[in-house]
């Protein structure tokens, strides 16, 4: 995925874009830049590698190697990031958080009619944030163009771009699907995918930029150049999984979402007939808040029956392999064992998407002697691979362990009914839940609704993005 931030302040903000951006360090493990505008030197960029260090040391000298009043950051799990653009428009850096499917066909229509060229990486691959720029830049304004970027593309981009001048325009993608929020100060102004970003640095909430609506931003002043569209679609998942806890989105907070999501699962469990549990607890770490929901409506006591241990691998999804992954994870679970041998536990998992590290947790849990290990997801049962933001690291949707379990029930019949294989009640729905139950040695699970998804949000229906689920657009 990914985040972007930027400040433009009558005074020197390094400091604060430099904490700003590394407040978006949970969303992307690869590249990370910043650029800034200072009136004597003009414009700066540095890019580094965070794949084996965290942003924060990667850019721990950037105050000797970069000034400016203007500056934006940005953290990327896949290109290199903010580029600097020299064109019709000027000089100009810019970063986006997103995804474009159809980048292969806008490369060659650019080429075919402008004779140019693209900077390429090994195998001929285009950084789309270049894409994205030069479809900006066919046009005679930045809104204008900016503009025709979103009509263009298919897929999903949000736009940060630091001018010459200092100015910052930030965009919002076309469909809402992901968040950009404004705040401000007595000395500017800030531009933030996570709203906690810049509260923390003394800002204050001036607005949520609505789809596609699009804003310049100077020390003095914010300014709408192209307003909203009707037409809303924010990704539901950033509720139950990847949001910050302390981020607001649309008015709904994250943490207090997953508390209400847990008790929606905890009362859905009571109407289907009461467990015999011990403890419940979160897994992963995002799992932790709607299990904290559902021990506070089941009335079963919480518990942590193991503790990662991160002082040296924070984030078992650093590594580039599966397997090292997978071994990370393992070898950071802890186990309390009075708080696993003989009991009864049920955990919460935020969702359940390629069960790679779950098997591993559940084989871990009874080999320190736990007598029952029941599971419920947080969210629907995975169908679809996400086509609008690279929040998973899965490649093919048969990744997803819903469509494999499906696979085997039924073969490619199934994926005609999996409607009725998301849903509990009906014969194929709880046939997959058993055929999982079985593979991962459950002694229960259960997945969210969607309808309890988006109580949990409460946002109206029509304004969620709920592709990954239902595979509706």
């Known amino acids: 995925m990914g985040g972007f931030f930027g400040i433009t302040s009558r005074n020197d903000c390094m400091a604060d874009v430099f904490f700003g951006t590394d407040y978006h360090s949970h ?7 910043m650029a800034a505008w200072d009136p004597e030197i003009g414009l700066q960029r540095k890019i580094h590698n965070i794949e084996n260090a965290p942003f924060r040391t990667r850019f721990e000298t950037i105050f000797d190697e970069m000034k400016g009043s203007s500056a934006i950051g940005c953290i990327s799990d896949a290109e290199p990031q903010p580029l600097l653009i020299r064109s019709n428009h000027g000089t100009y850096a810019i970063c986006i958080i997103g995804r474009i499917n159809n980048a292969d066909e806008l490369i060659d229509q650019y080429l075919d009619f402008s004779h140019g060229h693209f900077d390429a990486k090994t195998g001929g691959e285009v950084n789309v ?3 994205i720029a030069a479809l900006i830049d066919q046009k005679t304004s930045f809104t204008e163009g900016i503009r025709f970027a979103q009509k263009s593309i298919v897929g999903t981009a949000s736009i940060l771009i630091l001018e ?3 100015t910052l325009i930030a965009a919002r993608d076309r469909y809402g699907r992901l968040p950009v929020t404004i705040g401000k100060r007595e000395d500017g102004y800030a531009v933030s995918m996570e709203s906690f970003a810049y509260e923390k640095l003394g800002f204050t909430f001036e607005k949520e930029l609505g789809p596609g609506e699009i804003v310049s931003m100077t020390a003095d002043g914010l300014k709408q150049l192209s307003p909203p569209g009707k037409e809303k679609r924010i990704c539901s998942f950033l509720w139950s999984y990847y949001g910050y806890p302390t981020s607001t989105y649309e008015g709904v907070n994250v943490e207090a979402m997953r508390y209400r999501n847990g008790a929606i699962l905890a009362r859905a469990d009571r109407e289907r007939g009461d467990l015999s549990i011990d403890y419940v607890g979160g897994v992963p770490d995002s799992g932790t ?3 904290i929901g559902y021990a506070n409506e089941s009335g079963k006591h919480f518990a942590r029956a193991f503790i990662k241990y991160t002082p040296t691998w924070a984030r078992s999804f650093m590594p580039p392999t599966q397997v090292d992954r997978d071994k990370i ?4 679970q802890i186990p309390v064992k009075e708080l696993i041998k003989d009991k009864d536990l049920l955990f919460v998992d935020d969702s359940i998407v390629r069960g790679t590290q779950l098997r591993e947790t559940v084989e871990f849990l009874y080999e320190n002697g736990a007598r029952s290990v029941h599971m419920r997801s947080a969210c629907p049962p995975i169908m679809f691979g996400c086509k609008y933001l690279n929040f998973s690291r899965a490649s093919s949707e048969m990744e997803l362990i819903a469509r494999r379990v499906i696979l085997e029930l039924e073969g ?13 009640e009906t014969e194929r729905g709880k046939a997959l839940r058993a055929a999982i139950c079985e593979r991962f040695h459950f002694s229960s699970l259960d997945f969210q609704s969607l309808d309890g998804v988006i109580e949990a949000i409460g946002l109206p229906a029509c304004e969620l993005c709920t592709y990954c ?3 509706k657009e």
């Open 289 to 291: 808040p709607h299990a």
């Open 27 to 33: 969303l992307g493990t690869r590249r990370a830049g």
């Open 329 to 332: 994870a393992k070898m950071k």
């Open 164 to 166: 010459e001048d200092g």
């Open 129 to 131: 944030v270049e894409l």
């Open 469 to 471: 689920w239902n595979g």
């Open 412 to 424: 490619e019949e199934g994926f005609k009914h999996l409607e009725e294989y998301s849903d509990g």
